[in-house]
Every structure is written in C-alpha cells, then in structure tokens.
C-alpha cells in the first residue's frame, strides 16, 4: 500500500459518521442498516477491488483491509455485512490477479451495484469449502442445488448469492459445483437473525429448494479430493483477512472510547486526571501493543496476497491463525476497555456495550478457533 492511499476518499468521514449515527438503533431494533448499504453503494464501495477498467476503484486487498477497519469503527454490523459482499470481489481479483476471470461477471456486476452474498456455511459442516451437505443437482447445463445455508450476511438484499453443492450423480466421482444464483426462485429466507450481537448484518439461514445457477454462473466442478483449487484458496484467504479486518476495527474503537474516557474523567481521591494513573495507562498501553500486532500482520498478509507471495502449504494456516488471533485480540481489547472505563460501559447506551456483543461473533466464524489450532499443528506435526 503506498504512503499516497487516503482512506477518506472512499470512506469519507462525514459519510463515516452518518453510519455511526445509525448503528444504535440498527442494532436495537435488530434490522438491516439499508440506509448505510444505500450510502456506501452511492459511494462506490461495493466496488473498491474491482479494476479500474471494468469500473471500479481498483484497490489492493491491502488497501480494502484498511477500509474495512475503518468502517467497523463505526458499525461492526455494517462492516461484517458488507465484508460478505467483499469476499467475492476480492477472490475475484486474486483470480484475476492470476490469470483467470472467471468472476469477471462478479467484478461487473458489483461495479454496477449488485449485491453478492456468501451461502456456503452449513449446519455441522465442518469441511466448510472442502464438502458439502447440499445437493448439487445437473439441470439444462447448470446445477439446482437443493440444502440449508447458515449465517447468510446480507440476506435481506442480495441480488446474486455464491453458493456450493456436492453433485452425487457419478456415486464413483462426487464434485463439489461453485455457483451463483441470480434472483430468488427457489430460495426462502428466514426471519430468524435474533442474535447477541451483529445484529445489523442479518445473516439469516437461507434454505434452497432446486434453486438453479445456469450454466454460464458455475464457476467451478472440483473433485473431493486432491490439492486445493485457486478458487478454494481464493475465498479462504479473502474470508479470513477481510474478516480479521473487521474485528481490528472493533479492537480500534474500543481504544478510542477507552481513551476517551479516562481522558474525561478525574479521581475524587487523588485529584488527578485518570489519564496519568499508572495502572491506567499500563492498561491502556496494553491494549495499543495487541492492537498493533494484529494490523502489523495483517497489512503483511494483505500484501503477500497481493504481490503475490508464494507461501505454499503454510498460507492455510497462516491464514486461519490471523483471523483467530484477530477476533481473540479484539475480545481482549473490548474487555481490557469496559474496566478501564468502568460502570457505565455496563448500559445498553453506552457504544462500548455494544462492541462487547458484536465483538462475541468473531468465535462462530470459519475457520474456528478449533480448526485454526488444528491447520497450525498440522504444520509442525504432520
């Protein structure tokens, strides 16, 4: 990323501060926030890693990183709505980045406002994109594909949802179909997002009934075995540092407010401001080195991915190790600043008591915190 990327030019602060305005009460009333989606879709932003040439901004995963920090500043819910959206523009363009275009039609259509969501994890499906419990079915050259999808971000607004199925047809060769549906024939939405936290996202179960991808939207058929395919990978790593992205936002706030109310604040017994408290601010200096480390690493990440650096069978892991130490951080860095700003974080008012829950979802995303200690063992032990 060069010294020359100014984040206010697609994530302006006037623009930044409206959302922060709305989150309260997206979150309170547990609704989707299409004021902001309309906003940030006026702004371009769903677009940011498409190319220039084909409309967009043109940004590196680096850069979009930065942005997504930024707007979970902000509202988390918002950010982890739209990061699902992202997801897909940036496998787009580590694929293109390599030499395929299959989700050209991806770039184009976000450039022209679509809205592409994330239907790929299943109930007790813990292969995630390595299997699948739903039925791809061959159909006029396409695939219906016919299961349950869960936390569907986006679910209320999507114009094309990414979806995989396991086609069974040939029992001696099962593939694993990559598609997307344009449109809704064949898919029902549950309203049953009444969650702790991130309620703004509305990543509700989404079930299929031979919802049909044509032909020209299967992406990929990959067979169950054998290395990973760049499409595999591409949505791994896109997942996971957009996601880790998110919850350093959080992380930056929670130092924010923190910071802002021990500077506000003075001790009855001592008489001196809480900001010169030794403890004080051995614990808020805590929290910056942790917030550090996280950012450090993940702009390392994001450039790798760009360049692109070629970091074989170690990306898995380093990959799923950076989005559990995110969200781990993160949850630290809420706590340490709900003590250091004491009872009054405690009220539903207060924003900070809002980032205690939000911060919450970062253990139910892929890859878990199980599986990310398993990929990280794997390669060491086996």
Do not use: C
Not at 161 to 187: I, T
Not at 243 to 270: F, H, M, N, P, Q
Not at 288 to 299: C, N, R, S
Request: proline share 5%; no cysteine.
């Amino acid at each position: 990323m060069t010294d020359a990327f100014d984040p206010s030019a697609h994530l302006p602060d006037d623009l930044l501060e409206r959302i922060r305005s709305r989150a309260a009460d997206v979150d309170r009333d547990n609704v989707f926030p299409d004021a902001d989606l309309d906003e940030l879709r006026a702004a371009a932003y769903l677009s940011i890693l498409v190319p220039a040439e084909l409309g967009g901004a043109g940004l590196s995963l680096e850069q979009a990183s930065v942005l997504q920090q930024r707007l979970a500043t902000a509202a988390p819910a918002t950010a982890l709505a739209v990061n699902m959206h992202l997801v897909w523009t940036a496998v787009a363009k580590i694929l293109r980045d390599r030499g395929d275009d299959a989700l050209e039609f991806v770039q184009r259509g976000s450039a022209d406002g679509q809205v592409y969501a994330f239907g790929i994890s299943e109930p007790d499906n813990d292969l995630v994109l390595f299997g699948s419990t739903t039925d791809a079915v061959p159909a006029g050259g396409g695939y219906a594909f016919t299961g349950t999808k869960i936390f569907t971000s986006l679910a209320p607004v999507w114009t094309s949802l990414g979806v995989h199925g396991l086609d069974s047809s040939d029992p001696d060769s099962p593939r694993l179909v990559f598609a997307f549906l344009e449109g809704r024939d064949g898919v029902v939405t549950r309203d049953d997002w009444d969650t702790v936290g991130m309620r703004g996202s509305q990543s509700r179960t989404t079930e299929l009934h031979a919802a049909t991808a044509p032909a020209e939207r299967v992406v990929r058929t990959l067979p169950l075995e054998g290395a990973p395919d760049v499409l595999q990978f591409g949505i791994f790593a896109a997942f996971e540092l957009l996601l880790a992205s998110v919850y350093a936002g959080i992380a930056r706030r929670a130092i924010e407010l923190a910071a802002a109310a021990v500077s506000a604040r003075t001790s009855l017994k001592t008489g001196v401001p809480r900001r010169e408290d030794p403890l004080v601010r051995a614990r808020i200096g805590g929290m910056v080195i942790d917030y550090d480390g996280i950012t450090l690493e993940l702009a390392a990440l994001t450039r790798d991915l760009d360049e692109p650096v070629d970091h074989g069978p170690r990306w898995f892991g380093l990959l799923s190790g950076m989005k559990h130490r995110a969200v781990t951080v993160a949850a630290r860095i809420v706590d340490e600043a709900l003590v250091a700003t004491g009872g009054s974080s405690f009220r539903n008012a207060s924003e900070l008591s809002r980032l205690s829950r939000d911060v919450r979802a970062g253990v139910f995303h892929p890859s878990s915190p199980d599986s990310a200690r398993q990929t990280a063992a794997a390669a060491w032990l086996d």
